[in-house]
């Protein structure tokens, strides 16, 4: 059941596995679903797992069961709906007669097009005095004396209770904000760099090393002396390289800076420097690029295992790049190009990626940002990017 | 078909828990297929309080886990007391059995809930503090209810399949294979109404004025640019409790200038002065 529901999920890219729909299947046939509100919830915890993909279970769920509950139902399909519907009343004309609040015999009286009149203003009668009451004529008809049927057995909660059915609640699409699409924010951006750690021993000695105190032990005939360990604390070195000159960068100022909160709050050994564009010789302590000025060239001396991250858009004129004297500020004689002090960057440092704020799909239109990405990895600055990113760096080669 | 009055044990809230009508046939949908049921939100949700919630309402011990990012697998399902044995085996005085090892096995939170008599909840909180292996081979334990003490070759079985519900803070997924063993679902933050009653179940007595003067100030706070550490829930009360107890307070104070109590609704300095300059 509902096997079409299910491939429109895949289609529109949730996750969704073929066990987790056997599930499904498994908690219908139990009867733990009673009703479509039911069956909105249990089918998005049991095959959405993960709030990014809320917003899209919504917008398929929505399109998916529009037709069952019938929100905004014309005259015209309603008066069909309730001609489909005779045949099947009139079978039991007693139930009927009290569904609309008339006697048996009134209602023989009747023809079959005074009948669906007389249904259509009881209908409007109901609408009016609840609202959402129109609900139950989509059910096809199997439930006409219009209780509301979504919570059989009705479950007692302490709570509030939404008067709204599942198509409703999942056309509010109260889960847009989490939707994958989105932006990264600040918070994703912490959770993303968490992974990025070097484990070394450090501090004081309280971790018993049971080994190591056992052949200790043995080798005092049996007089037990205790070894300690140090714990095991986060050790890792990390440079961040920020292009934070141009106007080009301009637009991303703000996720920069969110990565720039969260690499200092993450790394106990992290330095940043400032370039513009792209890196010469030299580099700069200070944001403003004017007083503490670095040479390259000294990077050699640093651990190899030092992390270095570069994040800049790559995106500038060609000569910039490829010409030995295409730095664009006056004063800034340069002997090499560019592309060799990167590529001497990347020799140096084994893990180095490069971080592009810009979406990947324009990359390839800029012929630096290409340069760059052979002599880097190259990832986008979104959380899968990030992510990529920081698994690129912790690799062992 | 079953239907809700012959299953046996339905949860549906607790004396000091609002429950979310979906939140409720989430949990009962887990706990009828046994399955371990995975709650993501942010910070102040009342993830942790479902846990003791439904131990509450179903009359079942809970037993708590708090993960560690150092912590490993085994610490949670058993701890093999060497020490202990060692010097027990140096200073005959203990009147345990140095060469039954089965005496210096101590079981953990896993083992403590599978060794138990009776069905009880087990809470995992904050499982995204560990690393993905800890939590691959967690499921895999929890799938197959079963687990092997290696020192003494000893298989302990769960007595009772536990009511397991696991909480994770982190705004990025978990692996694939962890999160296909679980149900999952994110609790949103309390809007207005769903607060209100909150604050009705845990403060009886708090003249309306003022519950809505607190909540219009609170969600007006939690708008407030820049903030780091939004206030949650349990600031929320915690405050409510501050303004309480103070005998100077009156409801005029929340309109006019200055905020009572800054300090309990946020944690951090810049946070503060954020709020209390917008």
Redesign the interface.
Known sequence: MFIHFFYSLRDKGIPVTPTSFLRLQKALGMGLIGSLDDFYSVTRSLLVKSERYFDIYDQAFAVAFRGMADVEATDVELAEAVKAMLSEWLKDPGAMAEALGLTESQVRKMTPDELVAHFLKRLKEQTEAHHGGNKWIGTHGTSPTGHSGTHPGGMRVGGESRNKSAIKVAMERRYRDYSQSGPITASQMGEALKRLKNLKPAGPKDIVNIDETIRQTMRNAGEIEIIFDRRLADRLKVKLLIDNGGWSMEPYVEIVQALFHYAQFQFKELEIYYFHNTIYSRIWHDPERYQKVVRVEEFSRLDPETRLIIVGDASMAPYELADPHGAIYVGQNESKPSLHYLKYLAGVFRHAVWLNPQPQDYWYHTWTVRQIAAIFPMFELSLDGLEKAVLRLMSKN | ?????NRTA?F??AAH??????L???V???M??E?P??L?GEPGTGKTMLAHAIAESLHMPLIILNVKS?MKLVDALYQYD??TR??DS?FADSGRNVSNIEEYIKMGKIGQAFAAEKKVVLLIDEIDKADTDFQDDMLDILDQMQFDIMEIDRTVKAKNRPVIIITSN????LS?PF??R?????I?FPDR??MR?IIQ?HFPDLNKDLASACLELFYRLRDVRGVEKKPATRELINWVRALQADPDFNIKQLKSSGIPFLGVLFKKSTDIYLASHH
């Open positions: 078909m079953m239907t809700p009055e339905k549906s809230g828990y609002v429950l979310d009508e979906e409720a046939k989430i009962n949908i887990s009828a297929l399955m049921l995975l993501k150092s060497t020490l060692l010097n140096r982190a705004k990025k997924d694939d999160l296909g679980c149900n999952f679902h994110h949103a109404d769903m009653k179940v």
